[in-house]
């Protein structure tokens, strides 16, 4: 958006102000509707389009703490004839209830209402025929069109499906990209690994995520409501790993045979053999299919106590050490875990996984023994469990979704620092190298984080764990407290947004801290090391607003807008420790008064150029040495006049003989001119 543009937005500042997204679609604050409210404290309003468009819309106003998707939303927009919500524009726009801008989505509105109000809540159950008929049947063009674009919708459950009119004989499935992926799941619409992760740490999966969520909504519809409401969260994710997902869900309920295996193929835990698109439309055609049920953990000949309970398999015990950072630390300490598992499970391969774990963070060296510790034990969670996601202390996430579980958890400090230990330690690399088959995203992820490394070990200003913030998440808003009433997730938004920060006076601060550093520094191409370099002299005020001045000019000169004079004016005035340097008075008070003409222009980069120019300040040294010499030789006269120097009597007969001299030398030039004179006349 353009500084006028933005200027324009931010007077409307009352609760009646006009709130446009994308100069067509007017939000109406006034009016909220909370039945189309997203999770997490996404709130739904009424929206109209300014051209007359007939069809009744709703704007979703997104948080600016969490990112929505937004990567994904123009190949969403496309999904217009699908049965789901798909976006029709967003933007950023003026809230007036926040009195700040906010990132806002404009959607149809569904034709009825939810199917389950909420996912506590319960309904009258569905007949199979009616699920088929209703549900599967419409959706089943949906899946096939996430499946082929390798998009995932990851917010398939009972409470985000929509009647998609009065007559309850169709359904559509409501938005997915206000927030994270997954992150609104109830966990049990996700597979095991995925239910083992923090919300946040989720990721967005594959398609066969999707397929997986399909299956429970199906069981749910089918038994008007969750069917495993009496289990706890960790419950039932302790039951899917020892008994599968398919017993652990469906217990006693009475189904068709062939609702049975169609639910056998959607639970079924191991991704490559869950069904798919192709597998669904056999099915639907008529074809009977025999769905391949993973297999169970081995189950070892001695139970393993740990923490009041006994276990018969690996997963799940690594699951209960992973919720039990402390008491898992202890297991460690001793050699009975390795032990139980070479001889209770007979799986040499898993004990020398748990023993390499132990000598390789041995090797690694350095730290605190409560760090090596950990850095162990989350090694070993691994080797228990390869397919569990990552465990490090109070993190758990996929690796998929460990950038996002960053982002979401940043401002708690003490998990920032989790974050930050367990990357600078490698262990993304470590489960990723533990994987028995090596994908290419896989590859990425792991040559990405071997990067995050360089950068959370630069404790500098455009480095840190700022800069791992917006290099994880290329969409993420910056979170500069300059920035609390903007939303500012391109570089192109970051020098509007301080030209009307500019505009409206707030210039008690640098228009620089450390997350807007890290911002640039991570959405650059090349990153200002000229710049950073001087922002690291924070003691002294010339080098570092020089810096400062230099970062926004790289900025302006990269994404523009090449007009910034209230932003140029904050500038110049952050450029005077720097003109007070110069020596000469008349030159300084000359620069200022270009310094302000050039404000006036809005470009930076003529201010940089005023202040660090090397012929300007070399003529002033120049200027400055020649001014000390004279003052030297002025100095110097002076104390030899205050000396007595003209009184001294060597110098006074030193004087007079010179005097004589000349005195002697004019009387006999005059004496030969008269004797010339006369001889002529």
Same mark, same amino acid.
């Given at each position: 958006?353009?500084?006028?543009?933005?200027? !324009?937005?931010?007077?409307?500042?009352?609760?009646?102000? %006009?709130?446009?997204?994308?100069?067509?679609?007017?939000?109406?604050?006034?009016? +909220?509707?909370?039945? %189309?409210?997203?999770?997490?404290?996404?709130?739904?309003?009424?929206?109209?389009?300014?051209?007359?468009?007939?069809?009744?819309?709703?704007?979703?106003?997104?948080?600016?703490?969490? !990112?929505?998707?937004?990567?994904?939303?123009?190949?969403?927009?496309?999904?217009?004839?699908?049965?789901?919500?798909?976006?029709?524009?967003?933007?950023?726009?003026?809230?007036?209830?926040?009195?700040?801008?906010?990132?806002?989505?404009?959607?149809?509105?569904?034709?009825? $209402?939810?199917?389950? +109000?909420?996912?506590?809540?319960?309904?009258?159950?569905?007949?199979?025929?009616?699920?088929?008929?209703?549900?599967?049947?419409?959706?089943?063009?949906?899946?096939?069109?996430?499946?082929?674009?390798?998009?995932?919708?990851?917010?398939?459950?009972?409470?985000?499906?929509?009647?998609?009119?009065?007559?309850? #004989?169709?359904?559509?499935?409501?938005?997915?990209?206000?927030?994270?992926?997954?992150?609104?799941?109830?966990?049990?619409?996700?597979?095991?690994?995925?239910?083992?992760?923090?919300?946040?740490?989720? =990721?967005?999966?594959?398609?066969?995520?999707?397929?997986?969520?399909?299956?429970?909504?199906?069981?749910?519809?089918?038994?008007?409501?969750?069917?495993?409401?009496?289990?706890?969260?960790? $419950?039932?994710?302790?039951?899917?790993?020892?008994?599968?997902?398919?017993?652990?869900?469906?217990?006693?309920?009475?189904?068709?045979?062939?609702?049975? #295996?169609?639910?056998?193929?959607?639970?079924?835990?191991?991704?490559?053999?869950?069904?798919?698109?192709?597998?669904?439309?056999?099915? %639907?055609?008529?074809? @009977?299919?025999?769905?391949?049920?993973?297999?169970?953990?081995?189950?070892?000949?001695?139970?393993?106590?740990?923490?009041?309970?006994?276990?018969?398999?690996?997963?799940?015990?690594?699951?209960?050490?992973?919720?039990?950072?402390?008491?898992? &630390? /202890?297991?460690?300490?001793?050699?009975?875990?390795?032990?139980?598992?070479?001889?209770?499970?007979?799986?040499?391969?898993?004990?020398?996984?748990?023993?390499?774990?132990?000598?390789?963070?041995?090797?690694?060296?350095?730290?605190?023994?409560?760090?090596?510790?950990?850095?162990?034990?989350?090694?070993?969670?691994?080797?228990?469990?390869?397919?569990?996601?990552?465990?490090?202390? /109070?993190?758990?996430?996929?690796?998929?979704?460990?950038?996002?579980?960053?982002?979401?958890?940043?401002?708690?400090?003490?998990?920032? /620092?989790?974050?930050?230990?367990?990357?600078?330690?490698?262990?993304?690399? @470590?489960?990723?190298?533990?994987?028995? *088959?090596?994908?290419?995203?896989?590859?990425?992820?792991?040559?990405?984080?071997?990067?995050?490394?360089?950068?959370?070990?630069? +404790?500098?200003?455009?480095?840190?764990?700022?800069?791992?913030?917006?290099?994880?998440?290329?969409?993420?808003?910056? *979170?500069?407290?300059?920035?609390?009433?903007?939303?500012?997730?391109? &570089?192109?938004?970051?020098?509007?947004?301080?030209?009307?920060?500019?505009?409206?006076?707030?210039?008690?601060?640098?228009?620089?801290?450390? @997350?807007?550093?890290?911002?640039?520094?991570?959405?650059?191409?090349?990153?200002?090391?000229?710049?950073?370099?001087?922002?690291?002299?924070?003691?002294?005020?010339?080098?570092?607003?020089? =810096?400062?001045?230099?970062?926004?000019?790289?900025?302006?000169?990269?994404?523009?807008?090449?007009?910034?004079?209230?932003?140029?004016?904050?500038?110049?005035?952050?450029? *005077?420790?720097?003109?007070?340097?110069?020596?000469?008075?008349?030159?300084?008070?000359?620069?200022?008064?270009?310094?302000?003409?050039?404000?006036?222009?809005?470009?930076?980069?003529?201010?940089?150029?005023?202040?660090?120019?090397?012929?300007?300040?070399?003529?002033?040294?120049?200027?400055?040495?020649?001014?000390?010499?004279?003052?030297?030789?002025?100095?110097?006269?002076?104390?030899?006049?205050?000396?007595?120097? %003209?009184?001294?009597?060597?110098?006074?007969? !030193?004087?007079?003989?010179?005097?004589?001299?000349?005195?002697?030398?004019?009387?006999?030039?005059?004496?030969?001119? &008269?004797?010339?004179?006369?001889?002529?006349?």
């Amino acid at each position: 958006m353009s500084s006028q543009a933005r200027q !324009a937005d931010v007077k409307g500042g009352d609760q009646s102000a %006009l709130v446009l997204v994308a100069d067509r679609y007017r939000i109406h604050p006034e009016q +909220p509707i909370p039945a %189309l409210d997203a999770p997490g404290g996404v709130k739904a309003y009424s929206a109209s389009d300014e051209r007359g468009a007939p069809k009744a819309l709703f704007a979703l106003v997104c948080r600016t703490d969490v !990112a929505p998707r937004t990567e994904v939303l123009t190949q969403f927009s496309r999904f217009n004839r699908l049965p789901m919500t798909s976006p029709l524009r967003w933007g950023v726009a003026y809230w007036p209830p926040a009195q700040a801008r906010r990132f806002i989505i404009v959607l149809h509105q569904p034709g009825g $209402e939810r199917i389950l +109000p909420s996912p506590e809540a319960t309904i009258d159950p569905w007949r199979e025929d009616r699920v088929v008929r209703v549900v599967m049947n419409p959706l089943l063009p949906m899946f096939k069109e996430l499946g082929d674009r390798l998009l995932t919708h990851r917010s398939i459950r009972a409470d985000n499906l929509f009647f998609a009119d009065g007559t309850r #004989e169709s359904v559509l499935l409501g938005e997915c990209f206000s927030g994270p992926p997954a992150m609104a799941q109830p966990s049990i619409y996700e597979p095991i690994d995925s239910a083992m992760s923090m919300p946040e740490g989720r =990721g967005h999966g594959s398609p066969a995520d999707d397929f997986y969520a399909l299956g429970v909504l199906i069981l749910v519809l089918i038994c008007g409501g969750n069917p495993v409401a009496h289990l706890s969260e960790q $419950e039932i994710v302790e039951s899917k790993i020892s008994k599968g997902s398919y017993a652990t869900l469906v217990g006693e309920t009475r189904l068709s045979l062939p609702m049975v #295996e169609v639910l056998r193929g959607l639970l079924c835990d191991d991704p490559e053999e869950r069904w798919r698109h192709d597998d669904l439309q056999l099915w %639907l055609n008529g074809r @009977h299919l025999s769905p391949k049920q993973a297999l169970l953990p081995p189950k070892a000949a001695r139970l393993f106590p740990f923490e009041g309970a006994e276990y018969n398999n690996a997963p799940a015990l690594s699951n209960a050490m992973g919720r039990n950072w402390q008491a898992a &630390l /202890q297991v460690i300490r001793s050699n009975d875990l390795e032990s139980w598992i070479r001889r209770s499970l007979s799986d040499d391969v898993c004990a020398n996984a748990v023993g390499s774990a132990t000598q390789s963070v041995i090797g690694i060296g350095g730290g605190a023994v409560n760090s090596l510790e950990d850095r162990l034990l989350s090694r070993v969670l691994v080797a228990l469990d390869h397919q569990a996601p990552l465990r490090y202390k /109070q993190v758990a996430a996929r690796i998929q979704g460990l950038a996002t579980a960053f982002a979401v958890n940043y401002h708690d400090d003490k998990r920032r /620092q989790t974050f930050a230990e367990l990357m600078i330690d490698k262990l993304p690399q @470590h489960w990723i190298e533990a994987q028995p *088959q090596t994908r290419a995203d896989m590859v990425a992820f792991a040559r990405t984080y071997d990067l995050i490394i360089l950068q959370l070990t630069k +404790p500098r200003i455009g480095y840190g764990a700022e800069r791992a913030l917006y290099s994880l998440n290329p969409s993420w808003p910056c *979170q500069s407290p300059l920035l609390r009433n903007d939303y500012v997730a391109d &570089l192109d938004d970051l020098l509007p947004a301080l030209e009307q920060l500019a505009r409206d006076g707030k210039t008690e601060r640098l228009p620089i801290d450390w @997350h807007i550093a890290g911002f640039v520094s991570a959405r650059m191409k090349s990153a200002p090391d000229r710049a950073f370099t001087e922002l690291t002299h924070d003691d002294d005020a010339k080098v570092f607003n020089l =810096g400062v001045v230099r970062l926004l000019a790289e900025v302006q000169a990269a994404a523009g807008p090449q007009h910034l004079p209230y932003l140029a004016a904050w500038c110049a005035a952050l450029l *005077q420790p720097a003109v007070a340097e110069f020596r000469n008075r008349t030159r300084r008070e000359q620069m200022m008064a270009v310094l302000r003409d050039l404000a006036a222009k809005g470009n930076l980069a003529a201010l940089v150029e005023m202040v660090d120019n090397p012929q300007r300040r070399s003529a002033d040294e120049e200027g400055f040495r020649h001014a000390k010499a004279e003052f030297a030789s002025l100095v110097e006269q002076m104390n030899w006049l205050r000396n007595g120097g %003209l009184t001294k009597p060597a110098v006074v007969r !030193a004087s007079a003989r010179e005097a004589s001299s000349i005195v002697s030398s004019v009387i006999a030039a005059v004496t030969v001119l &008269l004797i010339t004179l006369n001889s002529v006349f």
